[in-house]
């Protein structure tokens, strides 16, 4: 074989192994959530002077690790190297006005399996910085078990919710009792007005059962004028011909 025919060949073999690789790996220039699934830890990591030991004069600096399953890959940013995989992702709250409610979040979640989404992710750039990807969140719950809501009145709820999210109404109110459904905030044209309009659609982060047939829903969005609503409802449900429909919804904080 011709020399210089097996320099190309190698070189293709080598762009072509990196780019199938790239491809595989997540994206930080996407304006879209990230979200990931993985252990929740807590430590301690050494900071200035030396950023050597807490115990021998260094700044402690609490932090959060996300340990993920799984290693991966991210390209988009030239502080990480695509061809490095890793498993651990540092965490925080994106923002002051989150940040309250996502701290004592956090503290309550240490040692669990959790499901954690955010934007703006990027790769590790100071000394501050302890893991591969830092990714500034905007909402962590515990991770779905989706066999948990087999067989109860959860899976309408979620149903629910999940047509909020597509700003379907015609859809969502299917999960509502009869009587309200023509008219009122839980009819299928106010569903779509509101939630078709909104600037970042509905994300539904949790359902809790609280007792029997109630379900205590935790949810974000962003709306025109109004802001970001970080809100919580008590789902009360009740059974209709065989069916678990939806009876009432109580807005219990946020907004």
């Given at each position: 074989?011709?020399?210089?025919?097996?320099?190309?060949?190698?070189?293709?073999?080598?762009?072509?192994?990196?780019?199938?690789?790239?491809?595989?790996?997540i994206?930080?220039?996407?304006?879209?959530?990230?979200s990931?699934?993985?252990?929740?830890?807590?430590?301690?990591?050494?900071?200035?002077?030396?950023?050597?030991?807490?115990r021998?004069?260094?700044?402690?600096?609490?932090t959060?690790?996300?340990?993920?399953?799984?290693?991966?890959?991210?390209?988009?940013?030239?502080?990480?190297?695509?061809?490095?995989k890793?498993?651990?992702?540092?965490i925080?709250?994106?923002?002051?006005?989150?940040?309250?409610?996502?701290?004592?979040?956090?503290?309550?979640?240490?040692?669990?399996?959790?499901?954690?989404?955010?934007t703006?992710?990027?790769?590790?750039?100071?000394?501050?910085?302890?893991?591969?990807?830092m990714?500034?969140?905007?909402?962590?719950?515990?991770?779905?078990?989706?066999?948990?809501?087999?067989?109860?009145?959860?899976t309408?709820?979620?149903?629910?919710?999940?047509?909020?999210?597509?700003?379907?109404?015609?859809?969502?109110?299917?999960?509502?009792?009869?009587?309200?459904?023509?008219?009122?905030?839980l009819?299928?044209?106010?569903?779509?007005?509101?939630?078709?309009?909104?600037?970042e659609?509905?994300?539904?982060?949790?359902?809790?059962?609280?007792?029997?047939?109630?379900?205590?829903?935790?949810?974000?969005?962003?709306?025109?004028?109004?802001?970001r609503?970080?809100?919580?409802?008590?789902?009360?449900?009740?059974?209709?011909?065989?069916?678990?429909?939806?009876e009432?919804?109580?807005?219990?904080g946020?907004?």
């Open positions: 074989m011709p020399r210089k025919l097996v320099v190309v060949l190698t070189i293709c073999s080598t762009i072509c192994i990196a780019s199938a690789a790239n491809a595989a790996c994206d930080l220039k996407q304006k879209d959530p990230l990931f699934q993985g252990i929740l830890n807590y430590r301690i990591f050494p900071g200035p002077p030396n950023y050597e030991d807490v021998k004069g260094d700044t402690p600096e609490p959060y690790i996300l340990k993920l399953h799984e290693p991966i890959c991210a390209t988009g940013d030239e502080s990480v190297d695509p061809n490095t890793f498993d651990r992702i540092q925080f709250p994106e923002s002051d006005k989150a940040a309250q409610a996502l701290w004592r979040d956090l503290r309550g979640f240490i040692g669990q399996r959790v499901l954690v989404a955010g703006g992710a990027f790769g590790r750039q100071t000394g501050h910085h302890h893991a591969h990807l990714l500034p969140i905007v909402s962590i719950s515990a991770a779905f078990d989706p066999t948990k809501s087999h067989g109860t009145s959860m309408t709820v979620q149903g629910f919710y999940l047509a909020l999210s597509a700003g379907n109404g015609e859809e969502a109110a299917k999960f509502v009792v009869p009587e309200k459904r023509s008219s009122g905030p009819s299928a044209i106010a569903i779509s007005n509101f939630y078709s309009n909104l600037v659609p509905l994300t539904l982060i949790d359902v809790a059962p609280t007792r029997a047939d109630e379900y205590r829903v935790r949810y974000t969005y962003v709306a025109p004028a109004r802001g609503c970080d809100g919580e409802a008590l789902v009360r449900t009740t059974k209709v011909g065989g069916l678990n429909l939806i009432s919804i109580k807005a219990i946020g907004c």
